[in-house]
């Protein structure tokens, strides 16, 4: 949750030579985090907010009855969870919520109002009203994985499509400049500068 700190902690590490780094480092140390809290504080907004995202299921067991949801769910852990190797993060996931009236009690419990909720979430709500099954799945990071078996120290030697600190993919030359033709069919009128030499 802190960045900085897990930069210090890094540091540290790196520094006083208690983990081996890159190539030198024959160690493989799993972990599964769990019991993630479903909601952080909106410090600005005044307001909870999804921690992963909306539709993460809670855990169950601090639920209770429907009728102390008010009071439990604020304060529940969510079914989420993300392997980490080494330190880094080689993955994520959750279960999702499958019940229709709990999916509601979640959105109105980020502030999101029931009008609102469904405008946005009609087709999940209808989806879920209907008997959608529970179901989650995890997202795993090939790049970072390969990253480790290669020993290498940044994901940039790694990855599939590189970009350059300014974005641009050296392989396509993405982002590249869009006709005047598509622009007008879109209804887009570019801002930028023409350039002389064009």
């Given amino acids: 949750m802190n960045k900085t700190l897990d930069k210090v902690r890094q540091y540290l590490a790196?520094?006083?030579?208690?983990?081996?780094?890159?190539?030198?480092?024959?160690?493989?140390?799993f972990l599964w985090?769990?019991?993630?809290?479903?909601?952080e504080i909106n410090t600005d907004e005044n307001r909870?907010?999804?921690?992963?995202?909306?539709?993460?299921?809670?855990?169950?067991?601090?639920l209770g009855e429907k009728s102390e949801w008010e009071q439990?769910?604020?304060?529940?852990?969510?079914?989420?969870?993300d392997l980490v190797l080494n330190g880094l993060e080689l993955g994520g996931g959750?279960?999702?919520i499958h019940?229709?009236?709990?999916?509601?009690?979640?959105?109105?419990?980020i502030g999101?109002?029931?009008?609102?909720?469904?405008?946005?979430?009609?087709?999940?709500?209808?989806?879920?009203?209907?008997?959608?099954?529970?179901?989650?799945?995890?997202?795993?990071?090939?790049d970072r994985i390969v990253m480790l078996l290669a020993g290498e120290e940044s994901i940039r030697d790694t990855i599939a499509f590189p970009k350059t600190q300014q974005a641009k993919c050296l392989m396509t030359k993405a982002p590249a400049k869009v006709?005047?033709?598509?622009?007008?069919?879109?209804?887009?009128?570019?801002?930028?500068?023409?350039?002389?030499?064009e």
């Fill in 48 to 62: 909870l907010e999804a921690l992963h995202h909306p539709f993460c299921a809670p855990n169950s067991h601090d």
């Fill in 33 to 39: 985090v769990i019991d993630f809290p479903m909601f």
């Fill in 112 to 142: 999101l109002p029931t009008n609102e909720a469904k405008d946005q979430f009609g087709f999940l709500l209808e989806a879920l009203e209907m008997g959608a099954p529970p179901h989650g799945g995890i997202a795993f990071g090939l």
């Fill in 94 to 96: 959750s279960l999702r």
């Fill in 179 to 197: 006709s005047e033709e598509q622009l007008k069919e879109l209804h887009i009128k570019s801002t930028l500068p023409v350039e002389e030499d």
């Fill in 72 to 81: 439990t769910l604020p304060k529940a852990r969510a079914q989420a969870y």
């Fill in 14 to 29: 790196k520094e006083l030579n208690l983990i081996p780094f890159g190539k030198q480092n024959d160690t493989w140390n």
């Fill in 99 to 109: 019940q229709q009236e709990l999916q509601m009690k979640v959105l109105e419990t």
